[in-house]
């Protein structure tokens, strides 16, 4: 029988790696690795890949560890492969608004170092300041920006990831206008690691904005939010975000969150504009900048974070927000919950509340079944409630492509141990 021990030492004969035995950390939902393997660089990835495969180990990918309680529970795993080595700025092409970044690399830090050059990657997912940039990547994972911005795979344009057997593939470039090669970069984008290990990636910049400002409006109904956006929009208004939140108790009231960021005099117009259309729909409103307007946010984002309760990604029809308010308020009976995000995209947050797994799972079912909800993904919760019901849940057409994906990118199932969607 082979031994961690056995593992570990086998491991230690690869270059450039560095081979230690797991500690407490290094857990992942109950499972201990056999052997932590921290690469330096795409080199030694690909070396212990190759490794992995050829001796048919299971490889799970973790950098800061932000998204661990997404995912099924693993499979044995016999390597931990450590990304938090591989945290450079490798080239930023500021004339260019353009920045290739290593997958171990912190977003906070990044944007540190980018905002010497007065620009930023605009990715503020939850634990924002936490989350490495591969881990944003192989989740896909957005904020407030997304209203403006898109996801990191929309501002992606290059990317550098390692296959399963230590083959290492590049596609796109540095430049935003690039057509080299297959699109594998936005293949990769919310895998969670099933495919292929992310070691770099080029991004789309933003200039960071001169003056920012948030306003907090109080709308009487699910219906007047659609509304006010549809003003904003006849008004040629353009937030960088536009969040509503909904809390269990109080769904007749939706609070809302519409940040702009630009020039002082393009802002002074925006919020004039956006309290005319709020004053249209009888809405309470209050404006903020600075630390007051960074409080409201983390106070926002904090509302679909609790930490003791089951949490769900989740997307809509955009258009059919006051029907999605109805039906979640409906299904969710006595079951405390808040739900935030965009509803200009259709994506957000739901955490719900209690501990009777058999009524959380019967309301994840009946979201998962409804016409105006997508999809419905759990990002945390207890090992009682995920043995009811299946963390992804793929749509048909995903049953049929998935496995497809899994065994042309990895036919030996190296990666992943079970965890991800692939």
Same mark, same amino acid.
């Given at each position: ?5 056995? =593992?570990l030492r086998d491991a230690a004969g690869l270059a450039g790696c560095h081979a230690r035995p797991p500690a407490a950390p290094d857990e992942i939902d109950g499972v201990m690795p056999a052997v932590v393997l921290e690469p330096a660089g795409v080199v030694d990835v690909a070396e212990a890949l190759r490794w992995a ?16 309680g997404w995912g099924r529970p693993p499979r044995d795993v016999d390597v931990l492969l450590r990304t938090t080595r591989l945290d450079r700025i490798l080239a930023h092409e500021a004339d260019d608004l353009t920045a290739t970044v290593e997958a171990g690399a912190r977003l906070h830090d990044v944007n540190r170092a ?10 503020? /997912? ?35 990831? %390692? ?20 699109? *594998? ?11 292929? %290990? ?9 200039? %960071? ?23 904003? =929009? ?74 003791? =309760? ?7 029809? /955009? ?30 947050? *739901? ?34 409630? =995920? ?11 995903? *049953? ?23």
């Amino acid at each position: 029988m082979v031994t961690a021990a056995d =593992r570990l030492r086998d491991a230690a004969g690869l270059a450039g790696c560095h081979a230690r035995p797991p500690a407490a950390p290094d857990e992942i939902d109950g499972v201990m690795p056999a052997v932590v393997l921290e690469p330096a660089g795409v080199v030694d990835v690909a070396e212990a890949l190759r490794w992995a495969s050829s001796t048919r180990l299971s490889v799970v990918v973790r950098c800061a560890g932000s998204k661990d309680g997404w995912g099924r529970p693993p499979r044995d795993v016999d390597v931990l492969l450590r990304t938090t080595r591989l945290d450079r700025i490798l080239a930023h092409e500021a004339d260019d608004l353009t920045a290739t970044v290593e997958a171990g690399a912190r977003l906070h830090d990044v944007n540190r170092a980018l905002a010497t050059r007065g620009q930023f990657l605009p990715f503020d /997912p939850p634990d924002a300041h936490l989350a490495t940039i591969g881990g944003v990547l192989a989740t896909n994972d957005a904020g407030p920006w997304r209203h403006r911005h898109g996801t990191s795979r929309d501002r992606l344009i290059g990317m550098t990831v %390692v296959m399963p057997d230590g083959l290492v593939s590049s596609s796109g470039g540095r430049v935003v206008k690039n057509v080299a090669g297959y699109d *594998l970069g936005r293949l990769m984008v919310g895998s969670h690691g099933s495919l292929a %290990v992310i070691v770099s990636a080029t991004f789309k910049l933003s200039p %960071v904005p001169p003056d920012t400002r948030t306003l907090r409006i109080r709308a009487n109904r699910p219906t007047d939010v659609s509304a006010l956006l549809d003003q904003l =929009r006849q008004r040629q208004c353009e937030p960088d975000a536009f969040e509503a939140h909904v809390a269990h108790g109080a769904a007749d009231e939706v609070v809302v969150l519409v940040r702009y960021g630009s020039v002082t005099a393009a802002i002074d117009d925006a919020c004039r504009e956006t309290r005319a259309c709020a004053d249209l729909i009888g809405a309470a409103t209050a404006t903020a900048s600075g630390d007051d307007a960074d409080a409201w946010w983390r106070a926002h984002e904090a509302a679909g974070a609790h930490p003791d =309760r089951v949490q769900l990604r989740l997307s809509w029809k /955009p258009a059919a927000f006051a029907q999605a308010t109805e039906f979640l308020t409906r299904v969710a009976g006595d079951i405390a919950f808040d739900w935030i995000g965009r509803v200009a995209v259709g994506s957000g947050v *739901l955490s719900l509340g209690g501990d009777d797994v058999e009524a959380q799972a019967r309301i994840i079912r009946a979201l998962r079944t409804s016409d105006v909800f997508g999809h419905v993904v759990i990002t945390r919760a207890a090992a009682s409630l =995920r043995r009811l019901v299946d963390v992804w849940a793929p749509t048909r057409g995903q *049953l049929a492509l998935w496995p497809a994906l899994k065994a042309a990118c990895d036919p030996h199932d190296t990666l992943g141990a079970g965890r991800g969607p692939l």
